[in-house]
């Protein structure tokens, strides 16, 4: 798993990198997250379907930074299921 901290002013550098990328791209994100407030996480969406980059980007309302990760305190079950589920079927389709 690859984790992509998009502060405000950097996201143009990971849009930038993720032109490079070979391979489908899959961004979990928390609804609230200081690291990634959601005008930047929709300027990243935005950018990637600009781009044509084959990438999602995913919102999880209502969770913060760390949601799936059982050992943090802002461990939301259900939104760790959907995640750890989407990025499984990532592995599925492109490793077998």
């Not at 690291?35 to 084959?54: G, I, S, Y």
């Amino acid at each position: 798993m690859v984790s992509l901290i998009v502060r405000p002013a950097a996201h143009r550098k990971a849009v930038r990198t993720s032109r490079l990328a070979r391979a489908e791209l899959y961004y979990a994100c928390a609804g609230e997250d200081v690291w990634a407030p959601p005008e930047t996480v929709a300027a990243l969406a935005e950018a990637m379907k600009a781009d044509r980059v084959d990438a999602e980007v995913e919102t999880y309302p209502g969770t913060h930074h760390g949601f799936a990760f059982p050992q943090r305190t802002v461990y939301d079950k259900a939104a760790a299921e959907r995640h750890w589920e989407r990025l499984n079927s990532l592995f599925r389709r492109k490793l077998g």
